[in-house]
Structure formats: C-alpha cells, structure tokens
C-alpha cells in the first residue's frame, strides 16, 4: 500500500514530441504528488507538483494529470526538447496531515529527447 | 545562497572502515532528511529531523546514525561499512510545518561512495 509505481523505465521521444511518463499508487490517504527532475550529478529538484482537489495542473510545456479514482498521474512534457533530457521521478505523500513530508517515490524514469 | 551542501563528492571506504557524511544547509529550513539512490530503486529514506535534537528512523535505517545539532547540520554516520551500502547518497532539507510551508524538498548534489 506504500508504493508507488512508475512506467516506463525509460523513454526516447524526438524533439518536439511528447513525452508521457505514469504512476499509481493504492494508499488512499496520499493527498500530494510532486515530479521530481534529475540531471546527472545532480540531486532531484522539484519540477511541478499537484494535490487531489484538481486533475489537472500546467506549467508551461509540464502538465500533471490526475485522476483519483484510478488511483494514477501522469507528467506529460509537450515540445520536449533535448535540455529535458533527465530522470524524472514521480512521489506521493500523505502531505500536511501526516507532518512529516514523507515521501514515497517511483523508481524513475530515464527521458531521451533525440534531435 | 549555497543552498544544501554534502561533502564528501565522493569517497570509497574499505569494508568495515566508518565514515560521516556532512550536510549543511542556509535556508533555515526545520526539516532535513537523508536518502539514498541506487540504480532504478528511486530514493529511499534512511533517517529524517524535523528539528535540532530530533531525529527518527526512515525506511532502510539499518547500518547508520544521524544526529541533529543544530538546525543547520544533519551528518549521517556510517559504521563498519558493508558493499550493501554502496551508493549515492542525498541530503535534503524543507521547511516543515507552517503556513508558507509547500512541501518542497531542496537537495544536495550528493555523494558517491564505494564500499570495497
């Protein structure tokens, strides 16, 4: 009930394309989701981060979807270009009511962008 | 504004040698946390603060310490240091409870460390 899963693995996806990463999680007192973002050498930073009263949240060309009912969200990064090129991570946590931030992470994604 | 810093880079200990990890941050942040990155398993929490003289095991605490003396620094202490432990090893810090509190954690650029 703690995991939280995350497909794929990897990912190639040519500039300009989508690039679409999931993952699902079955504890329902999670109530916030964050996408962490990863370049080499370098710790996670937080990229864009949703809670369940909403399905959907954009930041520029990054876009979380959200659907409590399946229990899944999604990033989705629009025009990918090759800066994007990274590992991304997706989290979940039982948020404030917990006081702790005590994340649980997906086992990340490896994103490709190709010229 | 340095952010959170982790020092060593890198380090390769010999098993059985102990070790402290240093992390320090400036952000005045209540929360620090130490976890752990092996190739596609994400992060694991292996101790967390939520404040100076409080310290609680996370998920895979076995075969480290931590202490809190400060709201600044969060060390992490290996002992008698196992191949298991190989890894890249990543301090982060947030605010904590409060309302401007949004959750974010801040990271360190990690350390490397290579159990022979």
């Known amino acids: 009930q703690q995991q939280v899963k995350q497909s794929p693995q990897s990912l190639i996806v040519q500039k300009g394309g989508i690039s679409i990463i999931n993952c699902a999680y079955e504890?329902?007192?999670?109530?916030?989701f964050p996408w962490y973002q990863q370049f080499p050498g370098k710790g996670p930073a937080l990229l864009i981060a949703?809670?369940?009263d909403v399905s959907e949240k954009k930041e520029g060309r990054f876009t979380i979807s959200f659907n409590k009912s399946a229990k899944q969200f999604s990033l989705h990064i629009m025009d990918s270009q090759p800066g994007d090129s990274a590992t991304y991570f997706c989290?979940?946590?039982?948020?404030?009511?917990?006081?702790?931030?005590?994340?649980?992470w997906g086992a990340g994604t490896k994103l490709i962008i190709k010229p | 504004n340095a952010g959170v810093t982790q020092t060593p880079k890198f380090r390769i200990l010999k098993i059985g040698q102990s070790m402290t990890l240093q992390c320090t941050q400036d952000m005045n942040h209540n929360y620090m946390y130490w976890y752990r990155q092996d190739p596609g398993m994400g992060l694991k929490l292996i101790y967390y603060?939520?404040?100076?003289?409080?310290?609680d095991k996370g998920e895979v605490p076995n075969g480290y310490n931590v202490s809190r003396s400060t709201t600044e620094d969060f060390p992490l202490r290996l002992e008698l240091a196992a191949p298991s432990q190989t890894s890249v090893y990543f301090c982060a810090s947030s605010q904590g409870q409060g309302a401007s509190d949004t959750g974010e954690l801040f990271f360190g650029e990690g350390s490397r460390l290579t159990v022979l």
């Open positions: 949703i809670r369940p």
């Open positions: 504890n329902t007192a999670f109530d916030y």
């Open positions: 989290a979940a946590s039982p948020g404030r009511k917990d006081s702790n931030y005590q994340l649980i």
């Open positions: 603060s939520v404040g100076a003289g409080i310290t």
